[in-house]
Every structure is written in C-alpha cells, then in structure tokens.
C-alpha cells in the first residue's frame, strides 16, 4: 500500500511577507515552511502505516512549487515519509485551486501507475489560502471518495472511519479505500523530526517532475488561465506609537477608562 500526503510549503507566517507585481504571492523571495496543518496530515500518514505493522506501506509526501518548495518534502521525509515527490515547472506559478488541483491529480495518478496509491492525505486547508478546496476537487478528478476535515481517523482493513465536528454536533462517516482524506489540527499533534530522521531523509528517493512530466498542457495552469486572482493589494501600514497612559495625581484610571471606551473596548 502507498500513501500519497499532498504538502504545500507557504511564507512564514512570522517573516515580512508581500507580493509579486502581479499581485500573486511572493514565493521565492520570503522565506518558507511546510504548511502547519499539513504537518497533521503527514502525522496521520505515518500513524496508520505504524498501527499496521506488518504490512508493507510507504508514504509519498507530494509537493507543487517553486524551487523552495522542495524543503516542505524534505520536513516531512524527517518526520518519516519514505520518499518524495517535488512538481517544479515555471507554467504553475499563479495557479488557482483548479489547476493546482490538476497538477496533483495527475502527480497522483503517475505515482499509482509506479507504485500505488491507496490513500491521498491532506490538510484541511493551507495556512496562506485557507481555501480547504483543494481535497474535494482532487478527489472529483480521481474519481475517489472524498473523507474530509476528519478530527479522529480509525482504520481496520480496507475500512476507514472518521469523526467530523460541526458546531454542536459530530458526524461519524465511514469509506473503503482507495479515498482521498483531509484531516484538521485536532488530529493529532504532529511529531517533531528527530536527529536519526533528520539524516536519514538525505538519503529517501526525492524526485522532481515538470508538467511535461505528467502530460499536462502548460496552458491549462498558470495566472493567465486563473479564474480568481487578485486584483489589487495594500502593503501593511507602518505600526504607531501606542498612547501612554500616566498616574501621576491618581487620574490613570479614569484615563485609561476613557481611552478604552473611545475604542468601544468597554
């Protein structure tokens, strides 16, 4: 059995982040990171190839992107993945969801005509885009049963069960493999790379494909074909000096009352 988990690698959250001029988001100039919740689906991964010990299953971490990229492979081949899959081809650039869902599906399906894939798991959305789309629209171009936003998974053969939760309730809703599944960050607390598999990942398989790769038309993905895109941004104003509030005859009190009632904080 092989599982493919799709990874995204996004802008630190906590670096200066901006724009390309064509208001796409700036990739290559900002550093980046293995999207957080994506750590949930590699975790998820991992847990069900160990909870089957036994068998033979490995997982295939799967990424789409500009050079970079390729480190979002790398964190999870040091969690434990045992192979990777980097799709680089200058064409994506600007991608919606529907041709980067392309791209993945038909990466998906190389992987299954070279060595199986059994299960495709995701995270629940991207900490850039936050769309949580993308799973659903690969599962549709798979022909697969789609499982998804799973806050427990639980595994017996071919069976797989999930818990959703919505807001006052949960839903429990079952599938036989192959399928594809998304998982959120209740799943499950994704492990850390440890030394051993920080220098075992230098040696995993990690191959890079382009569109041509995968038999898809460069015309088929990219800004120009996109059907959402950003029209104009604003850059983040500079942050101001905060008000000093001072008590030196006893009226920082009422002061402070009245600043934040002016900011209807009370």
Known sequence: MNIVVCVKYVPDATADRKFEDDNTVDRVGVDGLLSE???????QALQFREKREGEDITVT???VGPEKAVDAVRKSLQMGADSGVHVLDDAIAGSDYLATSLV???AIEKIKAESGAD?????????????????AMVAERLGLPQVTLASVVESQG????IKRDNEGSTEVIGATLPIVL???DQSGEARYPSFKGIMAAKKKPLETWSLSDLGVDAGE?????AFSQVEDTTARPPRTAG?????????????LVEFLASKKFI
């Open 61 to 63: 971490a799967l990424t």
């Open 104 to 106: 993945l599906a038909k």
């Open 158 to 161: 071919d069976q797989v069960r």
């Open 119 to 135: 299960l495709v798991v995701c995270g629940m959305a991207s900490t850039d885009a936050s769309g949580s789309v993308v799973p």
């Open 243 to 255: 008000e000093i509030v001072t008590d030196e005859d006893g009226s920082g009190a009422g002061a």
């Open 182 to 184: 998304s998982v959120t």
């Open 37 to 43: 919740l994506d750590e949930y689906a590699v975790e």
């Open 221 to 225: 993905v990219g800004l120009s074909v």
